[in-house]
């Protein structure tokens, strides 16, 4: 039995015509593990995670979190979990030390206790110096950090993170990966919502793909990449007529899938590279083209995604 | 040039489809003048006349008499009342105003001893001041009939030698009562313009104060989306892009101009077609006063846009001013009821002259030349605002 | 309750960060207030401007023994008694007259035609008018003039009855000596004329109500009438900067962060209601005592005054939360809230003081909780005690109650 199950969730929102947001998921996150749901924008993950923090009640299914249900116990759910959602969702006009002693006293702290807590979650994120200042005059990297501080005073058991790194610059990125990691050495169990396959890469014990509302792999890297097998990618840049050169590649003998061209650019995945590449420069050469770039790369999750979907996952 | 109508035409569209838009723009304003309208009684408009609670503790025929000549003004609408429920129903204001007839008072009024009767009224009560003057006048009549017929009988008895009895009085009263149905001196009033009503309210207050009022909340959609298109950076992206402040600024006068104008040409017409008021006398007057009213607005709007950085802070601002341009131009209230200097510092507002410009062509049969300088002062105050406005324009 | 009042002090602390909220709960009202007081006296009493006032004394002749009609109406438009009213200055025809109410320079001009006094004593009936020519935009100045000139009216009207009544009369009498009869006649006016300028008969005194439960009556001064209307017309706003917080944490999605702690919803909305009230609760307060000091209002006493305080603070906030209720976004709540307060403002009097509400406007402000505040407050400035409160509170706290109850259920089918 997993620390956070699911069982064949569903949401659909303003049925019959309107969306399935989360269409018969089921997965199992085990105890200590950081788990990362990846896929591109609107795939479900937020929905997950939403019903997960019981933000959401699913039209069907069922989800734990600890052993407690997360429709019936909401309650005991909310005392494991700490939420870092999307945005930054603090308040501006408050300082960084309130709004944190603020959230310490929704999750039932308080006095000295709280007090103490509050200082080392200032410490953990690296923002002890400016706790007196009031977030508005935060940076964006900042108030991230202080968005992930708010999710930790309570000690939690389960920790879900969604996309907390959009729209931040590379270093304080790096810093909040870095966290994650730390604390999930600590024992924290993390669940972890991303579109950036480096993330999940470089973070993940297991990762689940969504597309669409549905869970369409689930494994460690290695299982996932098996499952386009030795494949290779090769990216391709074109000085014209890209997407009338994809078409023409789509049916090409060796080529396993190709994204769609975006300002020149492709990629696709074939299991022999040696052989598909004169053929490539061949019928670039035929439509009057040229390739200006081309470079090989070993399977990826982004490859996975493509050989899944036929989309990359930027698309 | 181009640019600036392309934003015009952007503002015009958000504006059609915010449907709070319309509730500022039209459906208050209508609500307020036709509510104020019947709320503040103007001099015709009061054919039913006002409530006044009569206490008669005396029930004497010479009470009875007063009563009946109470009863005879169009001005009162005379209710019979227990003492005891007067100063209730006067301080509920369900009457203008409350009066007692003491005991005794017949047999001080045959003896020709001085008498008082008691008015009860709320202070703040304009229809309390105007039954008091109606009372008063009644009680005039009264006075001078009793004093007439009084002096008459007591000269007649001296001369034929008998003596002042209740007959004699009696047969006096009547003989001035009859001189009293058609006096000599009689006082009529009138006016140069085409109104003669007694009072100045009802709707020829509410419906002009309502134009006046409301134009500052027709220009709260405008400029409460500029607060926010300079929040989300929009401006900012106007401005990278090429757009000239003033091609923006324009722009969003413009609109907010066109907004309120077609705001107040609605109220016009309401005002003109529902309630019988005379905007057309002079037309290029009224133009001329529209489009200096909404230019006002616009440049107020855009003052308060450029200055306040938050939605909140605009909507309290452009709120407060408009009460305060309401309450010290005239709007609610005719300035002649207010105390000594008050109207001559309300004139340093426009709000005091726009209201002065409307009641001149409705009432007094201004032309375009006499509302020249009223929008002179009006103009000043564009000016004014608008160079700040554009002083303090920033696009983030 | 710890976690509902974390809610609470945080929300309240947000409001008092806010110069806007701070403007629109206390400087708008104060200034408002102010104006208004100014408008219509900083004193005890209302007073306003002396109408400048036009006279044209076109009558020439006095009769044997009569004074000038003419010169009678001119010094009654002169005298002391209403030298506060009206500026009374002389022209020398009609035509200059009118001018000058045309042109501005006068609200009135009296118009006195050419043998008014021939008209009174001469033998035969004849006629005499009087002409008040008065700019149609005012009505105060003319309507004072009016009067003076009625009054000076039915004085010489009533000096011409007694003396016509007496001939009659003498005659009825049996006299026959016409040159007795005349100066029966001439006497009985004479008499007259002096006596219509004594203390008249009957008099009219005024006073202000007294209500239930006060010993005598009580004057409140105008500034603390005007500034009840205000104070309660600006708690609604004040209500609304703190209700629409459940929306502005909606948007920023801390509301929705929130509802993942282990704080329940109920509590949650209990703190923002909280908030609300304590809030408006204090701007009341301090609306009362800057009344107090600064404009010298007496309220009244303080038990019925504490019970109102929390009764339209508790109304205010209901109001608040009520309209936000309905609205999506935190700038749909600011323009329905304004649009509705304004509503509720005109139809219970916070604007223009009390007019008489009989008829259909008397049932309409019975349906609005602030009216029913309005008529609590004006009863408590005017002396009343526990007793003229009674019914008014009562109303006004079952009407708090079913708003909050709305607001509940709305805030509840949302956020669910």
């Given at each position: 039995m997993g620390a956070i199950e699911v069982e064949r969730l569903r949401k659909h929102f303003d049925p019959p015509k309107g969306p399935v947001a989360v269409a018969d998921v089921s997965f199992q996150i085990e105890e200590g593990e950081i788990f990362s749901l990846l896929g591109p924008n609107g795939a479900g993950k937020t929905t997950t995670i939403s019903i997960l923090s019981c933000l959401l009640k699913p039209d069907s299914g069922e989800a734990r979190v600890g052993g407690f249900s997360v429709t019936r116990e909401p309650e005991k759910v909310k005392a494991l979990i700490g939420v870092v959602p999307q945005d930054i969702a603090l308040y501006d006009d408050m300082t960084g030390r309130e709004n944190l002693l603020f959230w310490g006293r929704m999750y039932g702290m308080s006095g000295s206790t709280l007090g103490k807590r509050v200082d080392e979650v200032l410490e953990l994120i690296g923002l002890l110096d400016r706790q007196k200042d009031r977030l508005g005059k935060y940076s964006g990297g900042m108030k991230r950090r202080v968005n992930i501080g708010a999710a930790l005073l309570h000690n939690p058991r389960f920790l879900y993170l969604d996309e907390p790194t959009v729209g931040i610059d590379p270093q304080s990125r790096r810093s909040i990966l870095d966290k994650v990691k730390d604390l999930n050495a600590a024992g924290v169990t993390i669940l972890y919502t991303t579109h950036y396959m480096e993330e999940a890469q470089e973070l993940s014990h297991r990762i689940g793909i969504m597309d669409q509302g549905a869970l369409i792999a689930l494994g460690t890297?290695?299982?996932?990449?098996?499952?386009?097998?030795?494949?290779?990618?090769?990216?391709?840049?074109?000085?014209?007529?890209?997407?009338?050169?994809?078409?023409?590649?789509?049916?090409?003998?060796?080529?396993?899938?190709?994204?769609?061209?975006?300002?020149?650019?492709?990629?696709?995945?074939?299991?022999?590279?040696?052989?598909?590449?004169?053929?490539?420069?061949?019928?670039?050469?035929?439509?009057?083209?040229?390739?200006?770039?081309?470079?090989?790369?070993?399977?990826?999750?982004?490859?996975?995604?493509?050989?899944?979907?036929?989309?990359?996952?930027?698309? | 040039?181009?640019?600036?109508?392309?934003?015009?035409?952007?503002?015009?569209?958000?504006?059609?489809?915010?449907?709070?838009?319309?509730?500022?723009?039209?459906?208050?304003?209508?609500?307020?003048?036709?509510?104020?309208?019947?709320?503040?009684?103007?001099?015709?408009?009061?054919?039913?006349?006002?409530?006044?609670?009569?206490?008669?503790?005396?029930?004497?025929?010479?009470?009875?008499?007063?009563?009946?000549?109470?009863?005879?003004?169009?001005?009162?609408?005379?209710?019979?009342?227990?003492?005891?429920?007067?100063?209730?129903?006067?301080?509920?204001?369900?009457?203008?105003?409350?009066?007692?007839?003491?005991?005794?008072?017949?047999?001080?009024?045959?003896?020709?001893?001085?008498?008082?009767?008691?008015?009860?009224?709320?202070?703040?009560?304009?229809?309390?001041?105007?039954?008091?003057?109606?009372?008063?006048?009644?009680?005039?009549?009264?006075?001078?009939?009793?004093?007439?017929?009084?002096?008459?009988?007591?000269?007649?008895?001296?001369?034929?030698?008998?003596?002042?009895?209740?007959?004699?009085?009696?047969?006096?009263?009547?003989?001035?009562?009859?001189?009293?149905?058609?006096?000599?001196?009689?006082?009529?009033?009138?006016?140069?313009?085409?109104?003669?009503?007694?009072?100045?309210?009802?709707?020829?207050?509410?419906?002009?104060?309502?134009?006046?009022?409301?134009?500052?909340?027709?220009?709260?959609?405008?400029?409460?989306?500029?607060?926010?298109?300079?929040?989300?950076?929009?401006?900012?992206?106007?401005?990278?892009?090429?757009?000239?402040?003033?091609?923006?600024?324009?722009?969003?006068?413009?609109?907010?101009?066109?907004?309120?104008?077609?705001?107040?040409?609605?109220?016009?017409?309401?005002?003109?077609?529902?309630?019988?008021?005379?905007?057309?006398?002079?037309?290029?007057?009224?133009?001329?006063?529209?489009?200096?009213?909404?230019?006002?607005?616009?440049?107020?709007?855009?003052?308060i846009a450029s200055v306040f950085r938050t939605e909140g802070g605009f909507v309290a601002t452009n709120v407060i001013t408009a009460l305060l341009l309401g309450a010290l131009g005239g709007a609610w209230f005719p300035l002649e009821i207010t105390s000594p200097g008050f109207s001559k510092v309300a004139h340093v507002l426009p709000s005091a002259w726009l209201m002065d410009s409307l009641h001149g062509i409705t009432l007094k049969g201004w032309g375009i030349l006499d509302v020249l300088g009223p929008m002179g002062v009006v103009w000043i105050w564009i000016v004014v605002l608008f160079a700040v406005a554009v002083w303090r324009y920033r696009p983030d | 309750m710890m976690r509902a009042l974390s809610i609470a002090w945080k929300d309240t602390v947000h409001v008092y960060r806010d110069f806007a909220g701070l403007a629109m709960m206390f400087i708008a009202p104060l200034v408002l207030a102010a104006v208004l007081g100014a408008a219509f006296g900083s004193g005890d009493n209302f007073s306003i401007a002396a109408a400048k006032t036009v006279v044209v004394d076109q009558d020439g002749g006095a009769g044997a023994g009569m004074p000038a009609a003419g010169a009678a109406l001119v010094a009654a438009l002169q005298s002391p008694d209403v030298g506060d009213l009206l500026t009374v200055t002389e022209t020398d025809s009609p035509e200059a007259a009118r001018e000058a109410v045309d042109s501005g320079d006068a609200a009135v001009a009296v118009i006195i035609p050419p043998g008014l006094s021939g008209a009174l004593t001469g033998a035969a009936p004849a006629k005499a008018e009087i002409e008040i020519y008065k700019d149609p935009a005012l009505t105060v100045g003319p309507s004072i003039a009016e009067a003076v000139a009625q009054s000076v009216a039915q004085s010489l009207n009533g000096s011409r009855a007694a003396a016509t009544a007496a001939a009659q009369l003498a005659v009825s009498q049996g006299l026959t000596d016409q040159a007795q009869i005349a100066d029966v006649a001439a006497k009985t006016a004479a008499v007259v004329a002096l006596e219509a300028r004594a203390d008249a008969q009957i008099t009219l005194e005024q006073r202000n109500p007294v209500v239930a439960g006060a010993e005598k009556e009580k004057r409140p001064n105008v500034a603390s009438q005007v500034l009840v209307g205000m104070m309660l017309f600006f708690m609604l706003f004040g209500a609304s900067v703190p209700a629409r917080s459940v929306l502005d944490e909606h948007r920023n999605g801390t509301l929705s962060r929130l509802f993942t702690t282990p704080t329940r919803r109920g509590v949650i909305l209990g703190g923002k209601f909280i908030a609300v009230f304590v809030v408006v609760l204090v701007q009341a307060i301090i609306l009362i005592l800057a009344g107090w000091l600064l404009f010298k209002a007496d309220w009244g006493e303080p038990g019925p005054v504490t019970v109102l305080l929390v009764c339209s603070a508790l109304v205010a906030a209901s109001l608040g939360l009520v309209t936000v209720s309905f609205a999506k976004t935190p700038g749909q709540a600011g323009a329905v809230s304004s649009a509705i307060f304004v509503f509720l403002g005109l139809v219970s009097g916070n604007f223009t003081g009390t007019i008489v509400t009989s008829g259909p406007f008397a049932t309409i402000r019975r349906v609005s909780p602030i009216g029913w505040l309005m008529e609590g407050w004006s009863k408590v400035l005017y002396g009343g005690s526990w007793a003229s409160i009674a019914l008014p509170v009562l109303v006004t706290l079952g009407f708090a109650v079913v708003l909050f109850a709305v607001s509940v259920f709305f805030f509840r089918k949302r956020y669910a």
């Open positions: 890297q290695d299982d996932l990449v098996r499952l386009v097998g030795e494949r290779t990618r090769i990216d391709l840049a074109l000085d014209r007529d890209a997407e009338i050169l994809a078409g023409q590649w789509r049916d090409l003998p060796g080529v396993s899938s190709i994204s769609n061209p975006e300002d020149g650019r492709l990629f696709l995945s074939t299991d022999d590279a040696n052989t598909l590449m004169p053929r490539l420069f061949e019928s670039a050469r035929a439509a009057g083209a040229r390739i200006t770039e081309i470079s090989l790369a070993e399977p990826n999750l982004e490859m996975v995604f493509l050989h899944l979907t036929g989309r990359a996952l930027r698309d | 040039m181009r640019r600036t109508w392309h934003i015009v035409g952007k503002e015009l569209l958000q504006n059609l489809r915010d449907p709070l838009a319309l509730l500022f723009t039209i459906v208050m304003p209508l609500v307020f003048t036709v509510f104020l309208g019947f709320l503040i009684p103007g001099g015709d408009e009061n054919e039913g006349g006002l409530p006044l609670a009569v206490a008669d503790s005396d029930g004497s025929p010479a009470a009875i008499r007063l009563i009946e000549a109470l009863e005879a003004t169009p001005l009162l609408e005379v209710k019979a009342m227990a003492p005891a429920e007067i100063d209730e129903a006067v301080q509920d204001q369900k009457v203008a105003a409350g009066l007692l007839i003491p005991e005794g008072y017949s047999a001080a009024v045959g003896a020709g001893r001085q008498v008082t009767l008691t008015f009860v009224r709320v202070q703040t009560s304009s229809g309390a001041q105007s039954a008091w003057q109606a009372v008063e006048s009644v009680l005039l009549g009264s006075n001078m009939v009793t004093l007439a017929a009084q002096t008459a009988a007591e000269q007649v008895a001296v001369a034929s030698e008998r003596a002042v009895d209740d007959d004699l009085i009696g047969a006096a009263r009547s003989l001035v009562e009859v001189q009293f149905a058609d006096p000599t001196v009689e006082v009529t009033t009138t006016s140069g313009g085409a109104s003669v009503a007694a009072r100045v309210g009802g709707f020829e207050q509410s419906s002009k104060g309502s134009i006046v009022y409301w134009v500052l909340f027709g220009v709260m959609s405008v400029g409460g989306t500029m607060v926010l298109e300079r929040q989300r950076g929009l401006l900012r992206r106007l401005n990278v892009i090429g757009v000239r402040a003033r091609e923006i600024i324009g722009g969003k006068m413009i609109t907010m101009i066109i907004v309120t104008f077609v705001q107040q040409l609605l109220l016009v017409l309401v005002g003109h077609f529902a309630f019988g008021i005379d905007y057309f006398g002079s037309p290029a007057a009224l133009i001329l006063i529209m489009v200096s009213l909404s230019v006002m607005a616009a440049a107020f709007g855009l003052l | -």
